[in-house]
C-alpha cells in the first residue's frame, strides 16, 4: 500500500488518528484490502499505478473542513468519488498512487424533488436506484435519465458529463445550482444560490457575473456537496423505434439521415446507433460465435449477424411526447429512414399514458449492462475510448474505419457505437478484455492508446477518458501551448495551494505534484 | 474628462500615444466629445460617474496583445464593448470612470455559417442586422433568435445574458466554443477547441476537464474574441399566438396555466406576458390617456385598455415545429388557457413554409423598441430592474405587487411584464424617464434602489443590472460571507494584477481597485 509521496509513515499514522477523530475509526480504511478495494477494478494498469493510500468515509459535508485541514496540514492528497462505480474510466482509483479516496458515499440525501418544477436536490451519494426509488415511492411523476448501470452517483455521474438516451440525456446540462467546498475549507454556492434567499437556484442556470458551475465538471477544483438536476415531466406518449441498418458501409447514411431529424428535435432525445458486436454482447457470449485466437473475422460476424435475425448496425432512438406529436415525429423519422437507409427495417413500440408503464421506455436502473463483460469470457474488464465528432457521415465513417481497422490489428471485436447528440456524436468504442489474460491487457492499452494518437490527428478529442490516460488526453488540448491547461492549474495552484483535492484529474496537476505528470 | 485612477496626465498622454501606435491615431478617442459619446446615453446617473477617459478602436484581435501591454504597463483600465448598445445597463460606459473603452466593434468578422449543423462563428463587432444580411445574401436556411433592437452584438449580448423569443431565447445557452484574450495577451480557446485540430469545437459544449465558458459570461476574466454560437434550421410551421387576458388579479393564473406548458416544451420559446403599459406603449404616447402628474391612477389605466381594446395582460408566444406537431401544441395551449384563464381572448396567426415568410414569425432585427422611450415626453431614458424567480404564480404575484406599487409611489406608471424560461421567469420592471427631468430622474434611481433591497429580501435576485447597480446587486449574493464573489475576485487577481481588464463589472473588482467598491 503506497504512502501519499513525500509523507512519511509516522506522519501518515498521525494523519490517520487525525481523521478518525472526525470520521471515526471504522470510517478511515486503510488497510491493504481496503486499497485494492478501491482501486481499478478492471485493471487496465498494473495496480500499483492507481493503488490509493486508503479511504476516508465522511457522513456529512459538515465533516468535510476539518478533513481538509488535516489534509491541508500533512499534505496528504484527496480523491473525491461519489460512489466511484464509473468502472469504465477507473472507478474509485485516484490518478496518482498514495492519494486517498475520499468517498463520499454517505452523503446520500435527497434534500428536495419538485414535481411542479421538475427538479431534485442530492448529495453525491445517491444513486439512481435510490431516486427511482424515491420517486416510485412517492409517486413523484418525474422521469429520470440514467447511463447504462443504475448504481452509480446521480451527481457524480453529470458532474462526469454522463450520458442518458431521453431528452434529458446530457446530464452535465441539466444541473442547476451547486454547493460545493473549496480546498481552504470555503463553502460557496453557485449560480443564484450565491444569494441565500434566492428562490431561484434550481431554476436558472446562470446567476449573476461569471458562472462557475462548468468548473466543478471532470475537475478538482473543489468539491461538490450538492446540486440541482432537472427531471424530465412524465410524457404523455412515447414511441421507441429500433432500425436494423444491413450494411457495413450505410454508416454515414444513417448518420447523414439522422443529423437533420436530430437538429429539428424531431428525434428529442439521444440516439444510438451500435455495432454488431455491441448488439451481440447484450445477451450472448463470443464463443457462441467464433472460438478462434484474435479479432472474428468479417465471415463470422456476417454469420453472427445472420443467426441473430440483427442488422449491421443497430439505431435505438425514443420520441417523448403529447400523443399526436409523437405521431407526427414517427411519420417523420419513418419517412426519412425508408428515404435515406435502403433496406432499413423499422420497428415501433408506442405507448400512452394508461398502457403498462414497462413498456414506456421509462428509464429503469438496472446492472444487465455489465453482462457484456462476458463477451471475451474470463473475469470481464473494459476500457472506453470516447472521442467526440460531428454528425457527418463522412466523419463518422473516418472515425468508424480508423477504430475498427485499430481493434481488429490488435485483435480486438469492434465493440461500439455513435451517441447521437443534437449537434454531436460521441463514439464510445469499447475494448473488452479478459482481466486474467496478461496479454490480452496490453493489447489493450496498446489499443487504446493508438486511438487516442491517430483520433487526436484527425480532429477527434475526447469528452472523458480513462485515469491512466487523463495526461495523454489532456495533451492533445495544445491549442496555443495548452493555454487552456496552463490557466487551469493556475486556477487550481490559487484555489488548492498545497494539491490536495485530486491531483492529475483530467490532466489537471498541481504545483505539488506537477512533475508527475505523465505523456 | 477623468483620467486613470492613479495615472499622471503625462503618463496618459505617452499611453496614449502608443495606443496610436498599435491602432492608428484616428482609432484612438480621447476627447470630451469622445468621452461622452461613450458614456451612459441614458444618463441615469451624473454623467461623471460613469464617464471613460477615451477609446481605443483595435482593427483586430492581433492587435489586442499589445495594446494590453500597453494598458498593464501605464496601468490603464479598459473597458471592453462589443457594440455597447445593451442602453438600459449602462451602454458602453465602463463602471469606473478614467476607464478607457475598448471597442471591439472593428472585429466584425462573421467567420463561418454552417446551415447543415446550425452555427455562427462570429467577433464581437457583428450586429443582429449584419448576421441576419449574411443570412439573408447567403440564402441560408437558419433562423436567429433576437433581443428587441438590433443594432446590438450576437456575441455582446449572448455573453451578457440576453434574451430573445424563439426556442433558442437562452442566448447565453447557445454559445459553444469561445476565442478569449487573458490580460496578460495569452490567447486560448475553451471546450473541443482547446484541440488545434478538433473538428467539433462549436458542436459540443462540454469539451475536457473543467469548462471556462460560464467564466466568461458577465466577465472581466478576460476578453472573448470570437464565439459560436447555435442558430436553428428554419421550421416548416410556425403559430404565433397572443392572448389577452382581462383581469389584472389573474396574473397567478396565468403563471400557473403556463407552467406545466413550458415545462413540458408545449411552448417551447421564451414567452412573454405584458403589463398594459408595456402594450400601449409600443404603438402611443401615455399622454393620449393621461396628462396628469405622478403614477397614472388606476381607472386611467382601465380606460386606456378599453380605449386600446387590450386586456389587462397581454400573453405572447410562439410555436415552430413540423406542421402536425405545431397543431397538436397550438390545441393543447388554447385548451389549458381555455380551462385556466378565465375570458382569456386567443389569437392564433399561423405560418406554414410557402406562405410569406413576413407572417412566420422569424425573428428580423429592427429599431422599433426604442418608441417606448416616449412614454413620457422628452427625451427618454429606462432602466430595467430585472430579478429571476419561479414561475409560480403566488411568487409571480408577490413580486408584481412590489413591483407595481413601488413604481406607483415613486410616480411611474408600471411597465413591465414577464420573460418565460422552461423553469424560471425573468420579471423586467422597466422606469421610463425623461432625462432631462432631473427630479424624475432622481426618483427613478430611487425607486430602482428600493426594488433591489426589497425584492432581495423576498428572494428574487437580479440575472444582470445597470452599471450604477452593480455592486449592490453583486453584495446581495451573500452566501457565506459572498463566498462565490471572493473565490471569483481572487481568480481575476491570479489572471489580472493590475486589474486593467473591466473593474468593477458586476461587482467584481480587482485588488488594485478594490476600495472603489459601492455599498
Not at 435527497?110 to 421538475?118: H, K, P, S, T, Y
Not at 480546498?183 to 457575473?209: E, I, N, P, V
Not at 492499452?445 to 480532429?459: D, I, M, P, Q, S
Not at 493556475?490 to 491531483?503: C, E, F, H, S, Y
Request: charged content about 20%; proline content about 6%; overall charge negative.
Amino acid at each position: 500500500m503506497p504512502l501519499p509521496p513525500g509523507v512519511a509513515e509516522a506522519q501518515f499514522a498521525q494523519a490517520l488518528k487525525e481523521f478518525e477523530g472526525v470520521v471515526g475509526a471504522e470510517w478511515v480504511r486503510a488497510s491493504d484490502i481496503d486499497a485494492v478495494s478501491y482501486t481499478d477494478a478492471f485493471q487496465l494498469v498494473p495496480a500499483e499505478e492507481l493503488l490509493p493510500a486508503g479511504a476516508i468515509v465522511p457522513a456529512s459535508a459538515e465533516q468535510l473542513p476539518e478533513i481538509l485541514r488535516i489534509a491541508n496540514h500533512y499534505k496528504i492528497p484527496l480523491w473525491p468519488v461519489s460512489r466511484g462505480k464509473n468502472l469504465a474510466y477507473g472507478g474509485s482509483a485516484p490518478r496518482m498512487p498514495g492519494t486517498m479516496v475520499l468517498d463520499l458515499i454517505r452523503l446520500n440525501r435527497i434534500i428536495e424533488v419538485n414535481e411542479d418544477l421538475g427538479y431534485a436536490v442530492v448529495e453525491p451519494g445517491v444513486s439512481f436506484f435510490d431516486l427511482y426509488d424515491h420517486l416510485e415511492q412517492h409517486g413523484i411523476d418525474l422521469w429520470m435519465s440514467l447511463p447504462a448501470p443504475g448504481w452509480g452517483s446521480v451527481m457524480g455521474n453529470a458532474l462526469e458529463r454522463g450520458v442518458g438516451y431521453t431528452p434529458y440525456g446530457d446530464h452535465a446540462s441539466q444541473l442547476c445550482g451547486m454547493q460545493v467546498m473549496l480546498a481552504d475549507g470555503t463553502q460557496l454556492r453557485t449560480g443564484m444560490g450565491a444569494m441565500s434567499t434566492s428562490l431561484s437556484t434550481y431554476l436558472f442556470r446562470h446567476g449573476f457575473g461569471p458562472s462557475w458551475d462548468g468548473m466543478f465538471m471532470q475537475s478538482n477544483l473543489g468539491i461538490v456537496t450538492q446540486v440541482g438536476i432537472w427531471l424530465m415531466p412524465a410524457p404523455e406518449a412515447s414511441a421507441r423505434i429500433s432500425i436494423k441498418v444491413p450494411e457495413e458501409s450505410q454508416l454515414a447514411e444513417v448518420v447523414d439521415t439522422m443529423r437533420p431529424l436530430r437538429l429539428r428535435n424531431t428525434i428529442d432525445s439521444l440516439a444510438t446507433v451500435a455495432s454488431p458486436v455491441r448488439q451481440a454482447a447484450t445477451t450472448s457470449q463470443r464463443s457462441e460465435y467464433f472460438t478462434g485466437k484474435g479479432a472474428m473475422p468479417r465471415d463470422a460476424v456476417l454469420d453472427m449477424i445472420k443467426t441473430r435475425k440483427s442488422g449491421w448496425w443497430s439505431v435505438s432512438l425514443s420520441v417523448v411526447e403529447a400523443e399526436p406529436v409523437v405521431e407526427a415525429r414517427v411519420a417523420a423519422i419513418e419517412k426519412a429512414f425508408n428515404e435515406g437507409v435502403k433496406g432499413a427495417e423499422i420497428n415501433i413500440r408506442r405507448w400512452r399514458r394508461g398502457d403498462p408503464i414497462e413498456q414506456s421506455g421509462r428509464p429503469r436502473p438496472g446492472l444487465g449492462a455489465f453482462q457484456m463483460l462476458n463477451w471475451r469470457g474470463g473475469p470481464g474488464g473494459h476500457v472506453d475510448f470516447s472521442p467526440v465528432l460531428p454528425p457527418v457521415g463522412r466523419d463518422a465513417r473516418t472515425l468508424y474505419e480508423l477504430a475498427s481497422s485499430t481493434f481488429f490489428r490488435h485483435g480486438f471485436d469492434y465493440f461500439g457505437g455513435f451517441i447521437f447528440g443534437q449537434r454531436y456524436l460521441i463514439n464510445t468504442s469499447v475494448l473488452i478484455y479478459n482481466k486474467d489474460d496478461n496479454e490480452m491487457t496490453t493489447a489493450a492499452r496498446a489499443c487504446f492508446n493508438e486511438l487516442v494518437v491517430e483520433g487526436g490527428k484527425r480532429g477527434f478529442g475526447g469528452y472523458r477518458t480513462h485515469l491512466a490516460f487523463m495526461d495523454q488526453m489532456a495533451n492533445q488540448n495544445d491549442y496555443n501551448d495548452h493555454a487552456l491547461l496552463r490557466v487551469t492549474e493556475a486556477v487550481k495552484d490559487l484555489l488548492d495551494p498545497n494539491g490536495i483535492i485530486a491531483p492529475g484529474k483530467q490532466g489537471v496537476w498541481p504545483a505539488a505534484y506537477r512533475d508527475r505528470r505523465g505523456t
